[in-house]
């Protein structure tokens, strides 16, 4: 089967959030919408040496992202993608008591009504 424009076509918007240790991410978009993850950073304010981990849960599966260090490892760029947002749950665990900030793109399928003729 080949793919119609419709389908080729996509919108790409910037997409932020924080999420702090004990508390659950659940990124939100259009149906259809894919999350990709570009970034990932500690919040201003932890102390040296300490450690939080980025938790990803999809369904029963889950795996750490990243684990980021005060002053040392502060933030990391990541290039992944999770294309069922109403899934994904991301969560922090460890010794920093501030947030991680994500940021990356949402991409949505676009409408016919976006398509123009030449």
């Known amino acids: 089967k080949r793919a119609t424009l419709r389908e080729l076509l996509t919108m790409l918007r ?11 991410l659940r ?3 259009a149906p259809g919408s894919a999350l990709q993850l570009t ?3 500690l919040g201003a304010g932890a102390p040296t040496g300490t450690r939080a981990s980025l938790t990803a849960q999809i369904g029963e ?11 040392a490892l502060d933030s990391i760029r990541t290039d992944l993608f999770f294309d069922s947002l109403e899934d994904v749950v991301f969560s ?12 990356g793109n ?13």
């Open 14 to 24: 910037f997409w932020g959030a924080a999420v702090r240790e004990g508390k659950e």
């Open 27 to 29: 990124p939100r978009a």
């Open 39 to 41: 970034q990932v950073s």
């Open 61 to 71: 599966q889950r795996c750490v992202i990243c684990t980021l260090c005060a002053n």
């Open 92 to 103: 922090v665990h460890g010794t920093a008591k501030t947030a991680l900030h994500l940021c």
């Open 106 to 118: 949402i991409i949505e399928p676009s409408s016919e009504s976006d398509v123009r003729a030449p």
